[in-house]
C-alpha cells in the first residue's frame, strides 16, 4: 500500500490505495503524491524508448510541415536529456490511406509496428507542445500492462446532436479527451482495441467527432476503462504539465485580401424572409464578392436562379452548378471558394487569417471532416454546413475529372468529398469550422477556440450568436 493522489472534477484527496485503475463514475487520476521521493523512485520506470508519440498530422503540405516541425522539437529535447529516443510518428505517413486521421484503422499498423517494444501509445495534435519530463512522470504512475486511457477529460453539460444525444440523461457523467492536450493508450490497452477493431463492425458509419467516438469506443459501454484524468494533460502552460497547446488559429502572416474569396450562399424562396436577412445583418458585410443562389431569381435580394429545383435535402445539383459557374467565370475570379448555407453563420475576417496559411496552387479543402466508413476503406468529406472552402485548383481537378451528381438531392459534401478522395485530395480538417450551434459542443472547447463557423439558427438568437462566437472585439459596436 502505498500513498496515492485522486485528482477527479470534484476534488483532490489523498487516500491509502492498491496500484489499480482507476473506475467508477466519477473519472480519477491515481498518482502518486509529489512530496514523496522514495515513492518517485519506487515507481515502475519507463524509458523514452518505450513511448510512442503519434503527432495527428494532415497531408496537406502546411499541416505536414507543421507535423514535421513539431517532430523536430520532441527530438530536440530528447537529445538533451541523454535518455534515448522516443519513437515520433507523424499520422499522415503511417499509410496511403487518408482514413487514418479516424485512429481507429491505424491501431492495428501501429501494434504490428510497435507492440513489442513500445509501453505507452501519445496522439497529441500538431499544435500540441510536448515536455517530455513531464510525461514520463505521469506514465510512470501508469503500468502499461494494465489498460490505462489517459487525457485531459470533457463532456457535454447537455445532450448533444453531434453525439447522437448519447448519455442524454446524465452528460456529465461521460466525459471524452481534450485532443489539443493530447491522450495517451497504455499498450495493454492498444492491443485489445486493435484486436477488436479487425473483428468488430462499428454501430454507425458516420465518424463525426473523433474524440467522442474514440471514447466510446474504448469504453465499449462499460466494458472498457473511462478515460482517466491526468493532470500533466494540459491545454495551458503551467508549471508541472506534459502538454500544452499553441492555436488552431496560427499566424501565418496578413489575412488574405477580401478580393481573394468568393462566396456562394445556398438558399431557396421559403428562406428569403428568415434566414437571408440575417447573413445580411451579420457577415455578409465583410465579403467583397458574395452571391445568394436560389430557386428563384429575386431582385430584392438579389439572388440567382441556377435553374435548378430545391430539394429538401442533398443540394448536389445545385452546388455543382455553384463549381461550374465559379470555374467558367461567370463570377470574379478568386483563389479560394467558400460555398455556404443560408443558416450558416461564418466570421470571414477569421477565415481570412485561417487561408494565409494554405496554398491556393494546391488542391485544398478545408472546412470540419466526416467520414463515412473509414473501417472499410472509406472516404472523408467536408461538411456542408460549416462551410466548404476549395482553392480553385481545387475546383478545376473536382470538375474536369468529371466528377457528377447521381441525384440533384444527394448530399453535395459528400458527393465531393469521395470524388476529391478517389482523386488523391486530401479533405483537409480545422476544428474552428462545426456543423452544429455552440450549444452543441461542450464551452470548455469551443471558448478556448477562436471559432470561423457554427450551422444553424432553431432555439437560438443567430445575431446574438455571431456577435458573441465569431466577430471580434474592434467589430461588435457594428452591430
Known sequence: MVLYTITNECRWTQVLLPRRRATGP????????????????????????EVVLVIQS???SYHARRGHQRKAEILQQAAGMGQGDPLVLLLHELSMYEGDWSILPALPRLLASHGQSASWFVFVEEGTRVTLPALLRALHRHPAQEEWFLGKPLHDSEASIIHHYAFAEDPISFSYPDPAAGWALSVSLLRRLADRVQLERLKSDFTIDLKHEIALFIWEEGNGPRLTAVREFC??????????????LANCGDPVPKTDVFVAVKTCQKFHLDRVPVVKATWEKDADFLEFYSDVTDASIPTVSLGVANTERGHCGKTFAILRRFLAGAVPKTDWLLIVDDDTLISLARLRRLLRCYDP???VSLGERYGYGLLRNGYSYTTGGGG???????????????CSCYSDDAPDDMVIGRCLTSLGVPIT???????ARPDDYTETLISSQQAVSFHKHWNMDPVAVYKHWLQDSYERDEL
Open 26 to 49: 466519477c473519472i480519477a487520476d491515481v498518482g502518486l503524491s509529489h512530496g514523496s521521493a522514495a515513492e518517485l523512485q519506487g515507481a515502475a520506470s519507463i524509458g523514452l524508448n
Open 58 to 60: 494532415q497531408r496537406n
Open 361 to 363: 496552387k494546391e488542391a
Open 388 to 402: 466548404m472552402v476549395l482553392s480553385s485548383a481545387a475546383v478545376s481537378r473536382l470538375l474536369s475529372s468529371g
Open 235 to 248: 491545454v495551458d502552460e503551467r508549471d508541472g504539465c506534459a502538454t500544452s497547446f499553441t492555436s488552431y
Open 429 to 435: 480538417h480545422s476544428p474552428l469550422f462545426h456543423q
